[in-house]
T-cell receptor, first 111, second 111 residues
Framework: NAGVTQTPKFRILKIGQSMTLQCAQDMNHNYMYWYRQDPGMGLKLIYYSVGAGITDKGEVPNGYNVSRSTTEDFPLRLELAAPSQTSVYFC??????????FGPGTRLLVL | DAKTTQPPSMDCAEGRAANLPCNHSTISGNEYVYWYRQIHSQGPQYIIHGLKNNETNEMASLIITEDRKSSTLILPHATLRDTAVYYCIFDSGGSNYKLTFGKGTLLTVNP
């Protein structure tokens, strides 16, 4: 099993550009999550999903959108990138509400 | 919000036991204590969790006080690869699977 995979590993965006961060898991987990981590800080939950077609906001959802059309994939969309969205983004998955498994992260720099 | 208090940093000599404390005085009866760690900006990695009994696995032991207001993560023989930020987190299991990460404890294992 590859576990949780994220692409790209690193990206530079200009202010106002859009992009989609990809996340996929092959563990047949029904729950998936997106977190962001700013330098020196803990992780903050952006959005989560408890199954295909079901998503909900976390602690810091503004400026982001998600969709969950399949069990495996949970993409995160940034519509109008802002410098405040410079961060490391982690995707995670779990079987129901049990242990979360994290991907390697995507480093995003908005200039 | 589920709040935990951890020391910002600790040192440990290689080969010795590392004891990482966590205070969680507001924890409620159905909330599990989870420990994750994050090695050098990689995705967080699950270590162990417990409700009220002490727990042990191949990575660590978790000691929870009888009143459940604090816990200690024990790495019995720390190695240089255990240098990481360790997070102590509440999780209400079935009703609240949204982890709240604080700043954690930076454990530095010295040769």
């Amino acid at each position: 099993n590859a576990g949780v995979t994220q692409t790209p590993k690193f990206r530079i965006l200009k202010i106002g550009q859009s992009m989609t961060l990809q996340c996929a898991q092959d563990m047949n987990h029904n729950y998936m999550y997106w977190y962001r981590q700013d330098p020196g800080m803990g992780l903050k939950l952006i959005y989560y999903s408890v199954g295909a077609g079901i998503t909900d906001k976390g602690e810091v959802p503004n400026g982001y959108n998600v969709s969950r059309s399949t069990t495996e994939d949970f993409p995160l969309r940034l519509e109008l990138a802002a410098p405040s969205q410079t961060s490391v983004y982690f995707c995670a998955s779990s079987f129901r509400s049990e242990t979360q498994y994290f991907g390697p992260g995507t480093r995003l720099l908005v200039l | 919000d589920a709040k935990t208090t951890q020391p910002p940093s600790m040192d440990c000599a290689e080969g010795r036991a590392a004891n990482l404390p966590c205070n969680h005085s507001t924890i409620s009866g159905n909330e599990y204590v989870y420990w994750y760690r994050q090695i050098h900006s990689q995705g967080p990695q699950y270590i162990i969790h417990g409700l009220k009994n002490n727990e042990t696995n191949e990575m660590a032991s978790l000691i929870i006080t009888e009143d459940r207001k604090s816990s200690t993560l024990i790495l019995p023989h720390a190695t240089l690869r255990d240098t990481a930020v360790y997070y102590c987190i509440f999780d209400s299991g079935g009703s609240n699977y949204k982890l709240t990460f604080g700043k954690g404890t930076l454990l530095t294992v010295n040769p």
